[in-house]
């Protein structure tokens, strides 16, 4: 098997991911508003279908992270590119408060099939051996889903309604990200056919007797990361907003997609003798780190572009470590089915984030809100910091960081 990373497989994937990022999830903070006023709700019940559907698409997790492993992840996000231009159709042309929640349970169990969880199974099952250098070249790629899909959605946004941005986004993802997920299936169904051999494994560094606590930790520390990223970043522009930023709230938005790309590059050039569990660990300190600059500064513009650089480049660092240390620590066998679990509990537990903190804003203000998230972002830095003793040892070259 050769080790070189598989360029065009990343390249490929890194277009799907923007496009599944920045239309099943970036866009719909921008929309949300005139979606309430069409169906009569409050701002925050939309925001509470949202986390319904985020919670069931949560449940459907381990199901699929199964399927990644049985029929291959390249034939499972080809499927869940169609169910996600499907489920936008039906979102668009919703007739009442009944069918939009539907639809949009379809969108967040579509975007499971085709967002970061799958495509990691796909580069783990393509090339494990070189699946941690490929995780992080895709999450490079992949970083500019926000800072593309934002001012793509309000430009679309002021020339027409949210129903028919919903249809030109399905449109992308029924004529690009399809025809990609397909191709790279059978370049990976091809690909074990011509080797006629089974990939060689990556072994896990973790004993077997601590795998147990070590997942319940690993995954609570993503989970209480993910909690404060899902409910700050699908409110980012009306908290900046609501601090005092004015018109310059989405200006300074746009800085969260290039400072996930520089934490990238930065992890890539100076990162190589970095151990996986120690990049996650400085993940999980700027992510409340951020929002603590936010909290000490605001209204000052100056404060709110740290914030979002610091708040960026945790975001950017958790995206490559939810693909890279459940390989380190449990290696490449029955990868699809650990991420599966991995994203149902991350999941579930972030499912009410977006709707617990437009509550949160609207009854105790975003001051005491963003303390709670600082709050909730340092009890992940605890988590993973307690699997530091459970490791037996750390490779010299982690596969974290390239």
């Known amino acids: 098997m050769s080790d070189r990373v598989p360029i065009a497989a ?36 939309i925001f509470g279908a949202l986390s319904v559907a985020l919670l069931i698409g949560g449940l459907t997790a381990p199901w699929l992270g199964s399927l990644f492993d049985r029929i291959g992840a390249g034939r499972v996000m080809t499927i869940g590119s169609a169910v996600a231009a499907a489920a936008l159709i039906a979102c668009a042309y919703a007739p009442g408060k009944a069918s939009f929640a539907a639809a949009l349970i379809a969108i967040e169990v579509s975007a499971n099939l085709v967002q970061y969880g799958a495509a990691f199974a796909l580069l783990v099952q393509i090339r494990p051996q070189v699946a941690s250098r490929s995780i992080t070249y895709l999450t490079l790629i992949a970083g500019f889903a926000s800072t593309m899909f ?4 309000t430009a679309l946004h002021a020339q027409m309604s949210w129903q028919d941005v919903y249809l030109v986004f399905a449109a992308l993802n029924l004529l690009i990200c399809l025809p990609v997920h397909a191709w790279l299936s059978r370049g990976a169904i091809r690909g074990r056919a011509a080797t006629k051999t089974a990939p060689p494994k990556v072994e896990g560094v973790l004993a077997p007797e601590h795998r147990p606590l ?10 209480l990361m993910s909690l404060v ?8 522009v009306p908290l900046l907003s609501g601090l005092g930023l004015g018109a310059t709230a989405a200006l300074v938005g746009t800085l969260f997609g290039p400072s996930q790309v520089a934490s990238r590059l930065i992890n890539m050039v100076f990162g190589k003798h970095l151990a996986a569990l120690h990049l996650a660990v400085i993940a999980a300190l700027l992510i409340p780190g951020g929002a603590m600059i936010l909290l000490l500064t605001a209204p000052s513009v100056p404060g709110a572009m740290a914030f979002a650089v610091i708040f960026g480049m945790g975001n950017g660092l958790l995206s490559i470590v939810t693909g890279t240390l459940p390989l380190h620590l449990f290696g490449s066998e029955g990868y699809g089915k650990l991420q599966g679990k991995m994203i149902a509990a991350r999941l579930i537990l972030s499912a009410l984030a977006p709707f617990a903190l437009a509550l949160s804003i609207a009854h105790i203000g975003i001051i005491a809100s963003l303390a709670i998230c600082v709050t909730l972002g340092a009890c992940a830095i605890i988590a993973l910091l307690r699997l530091s003793p459970l490791v037996e040892r750390l490779p010299p070259e982690s596969p974290a960081s390239f």
């Open 10 to 45: 990343v390249v490929s994937l890194g277009v799907t991911q923007n496009i599944g990022y920045g239309t099943l999830y970036y866009s719909f903070s921008i929309l949300a508003p005139d979606m309430a006023a069409h169906f009569a709700w409050p701002t925050e019940w």
């Open 150 to 153: 934002w001012p793509i959605t």
């Open 214 to 223: 070590g997942f319940r930790l690993m995954v609570t520390g993503f989970s």
């Open 229 to 236: 990223g899902a409910a700050m970043l699908v409110h980012l």
